[in-house]
């Protein structure tokens, strides 16, 4: 197979070339089959011990250049001059049967020189965890990393106890972040920034090449796909968890599951991230947290948006307006699909049932993917007892006079509303029998999200939400 470097080549400033740990006894726990087929790879050389090696990095082709990006971030609000692939690389990238480069990039390959003290390693359950989310994630139509194989390395992990550790390989349009033109602004070199924005205008927004104004198109169509993407969390009731700006993507893809999950009971507070003390992450905060942390896109592109630097804040300053509506648009569009409405009229209607749905689902903790599956029942007559699971049922059912005057559409609510998604008690559930060498519990689960929004005989089990037992549930980062 050929890798190729575009991105070590153009931008060798922010690539340190870099080599994976030894991999003692590879073994590759899950495969991505269809994945590698459409990344046309070989799925038989993948199982192989051969294919174990490149999976883990340490058998890779003669010409391959594998690199430790480097780039900058604000965690938490503050700001890190030198962050970087602590434990992944970038092997290069492939074209896809579509024609398109996608980069092949490692996690829990080894330590690097930005590893911070850390080991660089990863363990078998955060990465099957990674695998999981972000199958699903795919499934759900939501832009992201894709996973192609977790692979056992055969190497002792020591954590609160020893584990077995694991490399996960993951596949995405590309790994560009606002912390890599964080970085990139804050070396002073504008010929580094010119050719970073250049590289991020060809990988994935050429359109704006031919615009008036190349680079203030660009920061126009980041804006654009992140908030398409943080509408599409908000939708399925996704948390991040960890949303430096290191860990957003200039091509509108979700990066990073480490620390995510899945809402159970609707609630706009919703912290899953054992770090994240203060909410600053929180399930509702995400959209201004996503405005944040483009206003330091903005603040890194300044140089090359204008000559005079009033003139380049006010050309930013316009672009950023911008989120807030094509957000709330996009969100808007997606809500009525989940209600089954029709994608225009009656706006004020609409926009009332929305204003007084969510606090009448936060108030009795209703399951948030649930609700909208269970709506659809409702509307055909197959569930009776809907309303009984509200605490106000005089408001939950003048709500529902409401949204079946509207005459609803259940069929196209179960096109768009998932059956399964990964609960949090089920991940658990599998991680835990992986851990002890069963995978059958992973696989189940993996059939079950791939498919989200085909209700199947036999699977009745993942489409319930968490037992009370299961109590607050808390995500790792898994280093």
């Not at 807030?324 to 004020?348: H, I, N, Q, T, V």
């Not at 089920?426 to 069963?438: C, Q, S, Y």
Request: glycine share 8%; aromatic share 8%; proline share 6%.
């Amino acid at each position: 197979m050929h890798l190729h470097s575009h991105f070590a080549t153009d931008l060798p400033e922010l690539a340190l070339p870099w080599q994976a740990d030894p991999a003692p006894e590879p073994q590759v726990l899950v495969l991505n089959e269809s994945l590698a087929e459409e990344l046309g790879l070989d799925v038989e050389w993948l199982r192989s011990e051969e294919g174990a090696r490149f999976l883990t990095g340490t058998g890779l082709p003669e010409d391959a250049k594998p690199v430790a990006q480097v780039y900058s971030g604000h965690q938490w609000g503050v700001y890190q001059p030198r962050l970087g692939d602590g434990r992944a690389l970038l092997l290069g990238e492939v074209e896809d049967a579509r024609g398109r480069l996608r980069d092949i990039h490692l996690k829990g390959s080894g330590p690097t020189p930005f590893s911070r003290g850390g080991d660089g390693r990863a363990v078998i359950g955060p990465m099957l965890r990674e695998l999981i989310v972000s199958e699903a994630m795919a499934a759900l139509g939501v832009p992201g990393t894709r996973s192609l194989a977790v692979t056992k390395t055969g190497r002792p992990v020591f954590r609160e106890q020893v584990e077995q550790g694991a490399v996960l390989a993951r596949v995405a349009a590309g790994h560009l972040r606002v912390g890599s033109f964080q970085y990139a602004r804050a070396s002073g070199d504008l010929d580094l920034l010119k050719r970073l924005a250049d590289h991020a205008i060809a990988r994935h927004h050429p359109s704006a090449r031919e615009a008036e104004h190349p680079y203030l198109a660009l920061f126009e169509a980041i804006v654009a796909a992140q908030a398409s993407l943080i509408a599409r969390w908000m939708l399925v009731g996704f948390v991040h968890g960890v949303m430096s700006t290191d860990n957003m993507t200039v091509s509108g893809e979700t990066i990073d599951f480490g620390p995510c999950a899945f809402m159970d009971a609707f609630d706009p507070g919703a912290v899953y991230s054992s770090i994240d003390h203060t909410g600053r992450y929180a399930y509702g905060r995400q959209p201004v947290i996503a405005q944040w942390n483009l206003e330091r896109l903005a603040e890194s592109l300044l140089p090359l948006l204008a000559e005079d630097q009033d003139e380049a804040v006010a050309l930013a300053e316009a672009a950023l307006a911008h989120f807030p509506e094509r957000y709330s648009a996009d969100w808007s569009a997606g809500m009525r699909e989940k209600l089954g409405l029709p994608p225009a009229g009656e706006d004020e209607e609409i926009a009332a049932l929305l204003e007084s749905l969510f606090p009448l689902l936060e108030a009795s903790r209703i399951d948030y993917t649930s609700f909208f599956r269970g709506l659809a029942r409702f509307a055909r007559d197959e569930d009776d007892g809907f309303a009984e699971r509200f605490d106000d049922r005089a408001a939950i059912r003048d709500w529902l006079d409401r949204w079946l005057a509207l005459r609803p559409d259940p069929e196209r609510m179960d096109r768009v509303n998932p059956v399964y998604i990964p609960r949090n008690h089920l991940v658990e559930e599998a991680l835990d029998a992986a851990r002890i060498g069963d995978m059958a519990p992973v696989g189940a689960l993996l059939e079950a999200v791939s498919s989200p929004f085909q209700e199947r005989e036999g699977l009745e089990r993942y489409a319930l939400p968490a037992p009370a037992d299961f109590g607050a549930y808390t995500t790792y980062c898994g280093t």
